[in-house]
């Protein structure tokens, strides 16, 4: 009996080590989104007054621009800025603790106009980037700004992760009740370990002054209030990595 009564105590003093130990992994964790939440909201304030001006000024050139070319060029740093700010208007309404504007969406056109913003960047880096778009896709209710951010954000890091003469690619496949895009790369992969904490707010595995630890993070947070998933793993053979996000079919979870 006092064998069993022992076993019993030392039970219950590892069941609530693993509680407190939970607890305290748990407000770590809160403690760094209230710091990621911040600090965007902090950086936004800065940036919004140089874009402002960048703004500005640009639409101060635009009807003098003699050519065609320079009118493009201007006008593409209009659209660009404009786009910056919206993106930023987003990011601060999810960090007060506002929902996404959600609309429905076809998934082939995020995705297209995601990989139109990253092209430049890949062909800088000589990485092949392929675009894999399944039939009859189902819209998706997002918000194409935040989402479209969500994409970019990880076919960056995919060009990153490859060598030169590496490929990426997009895949959008869905069924009635959700739609999936996953970027797969041929890098030189991730583990199990890395793969759990990416996620997490401020820790990256890029060399110092290369990353910030918070582009997943974001992007994981933005597909969380758009009712998806967002998940991690190796690729095929070890080799490579793929990042899947998930989101609920039009009329599934939606709201907003």
Known sequence: ?????????LGH???????????????????KLATMGALATGIAHEVSTPLGVILGRAEQLLPKQPDDRARRAVTMITEQTE?????IRGFLALARGGQPALRHLDPTSLARAATGLVEHRFEQG???LDLDLGPDLLDVACDARLFEQVLVNLLLN??????????????????????????ADDGVGISPEVAERATEPFFTTKPEGKGTGLGLAIANEIVKHHCGS????SGANGRGTRVAVELPTAGKDEHG
């Open 83 to 87: 786009r910056i700010f919206a993106v």
């Open 230 to 233: 967002l998940t991690l793993s």
């Open 158 to 183: 995919a060009c990153d992760a490859s060598s030169e003469g590496g490929r990426v690619t997009l895949s959008v496949h869905g069924d009635r009740e959700r739609v999936a895009f996953v970027v």
């Open 13 to 31: 003093e590892l069941a609530l080590s693993q509680i407190r130990n939970e607890r305290d992994e748990r407000l770590v964790r809160a403690d």
């Open 126 to 128: 000589r990485v092949v």
């Open 1 to 9: 009996m006092r064998k069993q009564r022992k076993e019993l105590e």
